[in-house]
């Protein structure tokens, strides 16, 4: 895989003083889905909008596709389509010449068949020739999609794209960026759901005050910094955990019908046979075992507190 | 250079101008029209000639230049600020285009505007007074330079606005009162020798004379020094935008 957006050494100081983004360096392989996970404020929307050429960086490079964002400004922002977070649209003109209006300001030749093929995509064709103004929020969103799909970029960012969206759309949006993703456009988009993050990115990377903490592969990141719990539920309630068991760290439920047990999947011993070996000669009975592998919010949470 | 870029803006924002025709147009003629019967026929009528035209005739350049102006302005500095307000101008500042090529697109598509309005009160005026144009191909480029300067202008002011109440601030306060003190309803001959040298200071008595010069042969100021008048002020104007769009001022953080 060759890296499609690069970015070096970038910082953005904006007139007040504040330190939006701190030498951040991100690499983004061409076809892959990057989300990019922090809470609001972390540098985010600034990041992307700097890649995008909103934004003027302070100092440092990004290179879309080989060309440098700065110096080459049309190559690189032919490359890419740009959903906003906030839902920004004229409000009088019709989805088509809105979507219509786009392509053409990205330099390419009006195709209106084109156009269509992008609404019937979104499921906006019976919306073709209604005006942005009457359409609920959710459509409108779905616009914003068309317009950045309209010159046909081949990296897409998507800020916030389920911000205030209903569970079916976002559904149908992952529908969306899955199709996107095989017709071979990379994809980044910003979140601070992590459920979307998990549902949809290959690669997710954790931005916390213009910092980037941590990024890597979706599945590797949970695999290697997931801790996973073992609930044991117990015949009779217990009412203290016995002391033979007290270096198990137990964790005892308010009820005593049931004990958790936290251990590291990377450790060379997960302690648990010994664990179940303890119990017994403790004399708790055991009615059920369960497993449950920590998700990436716990990974989030964890990092962005130690951030702080 | 990205043409189709320029092409879009242009086609984009005379689609407005076709949408909202009565306001954009047939409120500037009706206005324009009321003139000529308040100061061309009714009072129009008290008033002697006035260097060797008849009042009615001699307003009709001046007439032509305020609804130019101020609608140069309007239409221009809507077009751009209507993006900024409704956050679409992030689409602007992503999309592969230049600055030049944005002023293009925009002050292209208010400046034609405006010179449609021109003509349109132009055409008006033959209903109401019998009126010859000595220099038509100059009374063209005069008012050709006019809208881009004047859109020029809108164009800065839309970009600097943060509201409403300020896009209209500069046309109420600026543009409006120099337009109607430039002479556009009378020659400054007709006043006292000290306010005859106070005007000399508004630039707009420069671009009123040389328009008024190419209907009648004769104006208040020689029509060399309006076109460097003009000439000057849309190089001042350019240079403005230019330097905008070197330091992102108001626009690009």
Same mark, same amino acid.
Do not use: W, Y
């Given at each position: 895989m060759t890296a499609i957006v690069s970015v070096k050494n970038l910082r953005k100081a904006y007139?007040?003083?504040? $330190?939006? /983004?701190?030498s951040v360096n991100l690499e983004i392989e061409e076809g892959e889905i990057l989300a990019l996970l922090g809470p609001n404020g972390a540098g985010k929307t600034t990041l992307i909008s700097t890649i995008c050429g909103i934004v003027t960086p302070t100092s440092g490079t990004v290179t879309v596709g080989g060309f440098d %964002?700065?110096?080459?400004f049309r190559e690189t922002r032919s490359m890419i389509g740009l959903v906003p977070q906030e839902i920004s /649209? $004229?409000?009088? $003109?019709t989805v088509f010449s809105t979507v219509s209006f786009s392509r053409g300001l990205f330099?390419?030749? *009006?195709?209106d068949a084109r156009i269509d093929e992008i609404l019937a995509q979104l499921s906006l064709a019976d919306k073709r020739?209604?005006?942005?103004? %009457? /359409?609920?929020g959710g459509m409108k969103r779905r616009v914003l999609i068309a317009k950045a799909l309209a010159h046909e970029p081949r990296v897409l960012f998507l800020d916030e794209?389920?911000?205030?969206?209903d569970v079916e759309l976002r559904k149908d949006m992952w529908d969306v960026v899955a199709k996107l993703k095989a017709s071979g456009v990379t994809i980044i988009l910003t979140t601070h759901y992590i459920e979307e993050a998990e549902a949809i990115a290959d690669r997710v990377g954790i931005i916390a005050n213009g910092e980037i903490l941590l990024i890597q592969n979706k599945a590797e990141l949970m695999a290697q910094m997931g801790q996973k719990q073992l609930r044991i539920d117990l015949a009779e309630p217990a009412a203290e955990i016995p002391a033979a068991l007290a270096g198990y760290e137990l964790q005892r439920a308010p009820d005593g019908r049931s004990l958790t047990y936290t251990y590291d999947t990377?450790?060379? *011993? %997960?302690g648990i046979t010994t664990l179940l070996n303890d119990l017994q000669k403790a004399g708790l009975q055991m009615t059920d075992l369960q497993t449950q592998q920590s998700s990436l919010e716990d990974i989030f949470v964890g990092l962005v507190k130690e951030d702080q | 250079m990205n043409l189709h870029a320029v092409k879009t803006i242009y086609v984009n924002e005379m689609r407005r101008f076709w949408r909202t025709i009565m306001q954009s147009l047939i409120s500037p003629v009706l206005s324009t029209s009321l003139y000529f019967v308040v100061f061309g026929a009714a009072i129009g009528s008290r008033i002697d000639q006035v260097e060797g035209v008849g009042y009615g005739a001699f307003i009709v350049p001046g007439l032509i230049m305020l609804s130019v102006m101020t609608q140069a302005t309007a239409n221009a500095s809507f077009g751009i600020y209507f993006p900024k307000f409704t956050g679409t101008i992030y689409e602007l500042l992503s999309a592969p285009v230049s600055f030049l090529e944005i002023v293009a697109g925009y002050v292209g598509a208010a400046a034609t505007k405006a010179m449609f309005i021109g003509l349109i009160i132009l055409a008006t005026a033959f209903f109401f007074i019998d009126i010859q144009i000595a220099h038509p191909f100059a009374m063209i480029a005069l008012l050709v330079l006019t809208c881009i300067s004047f859109s020029l202008l809108g164009f800065i002011i839309g970009i600097w606005a943060g509201n409403f109440e300020q896009l209209q601030l500069i046309p109420l306060l600026v543009i409006t009162p120099l337009v109607f003190l430039g002479g556009s309803f009378y020659s400054?001959?007709?006043?006292?020798p000290v306010w005859q040298t106070i005007t000399?200071?508004?630039?707009v008595v420069y671009l009123i004379s040389g328009f008024r010069w190419s209907f009648f042969?004769?104006?208040?100021?020689s029509i060399g020094v309006s076109l460097l008048a003009i000439g000057l002020f849309t190089a001042l104007c350019l240079g403005f935008i230019g330097w905008i769009f070197r330091t992102g001022w108001r626009i690009r953080q």
């Open positions: 007139d007040g003083g504040f $330190e939006a /983004l701190k %964002t700065q110096n080459d /649209l $004229e409000p009088f $003109e330099g390419k030749p *009006r195709d020739d209604n005006k942005v103004i %009457t /359409l609920s794209p389920s911000a205030g969206v990377k450790g060379p *011993r %997960t | 400054i001959t007709m006043l006292p000399l200071f508004n630039p042969g004769a104006a208040d100021v």
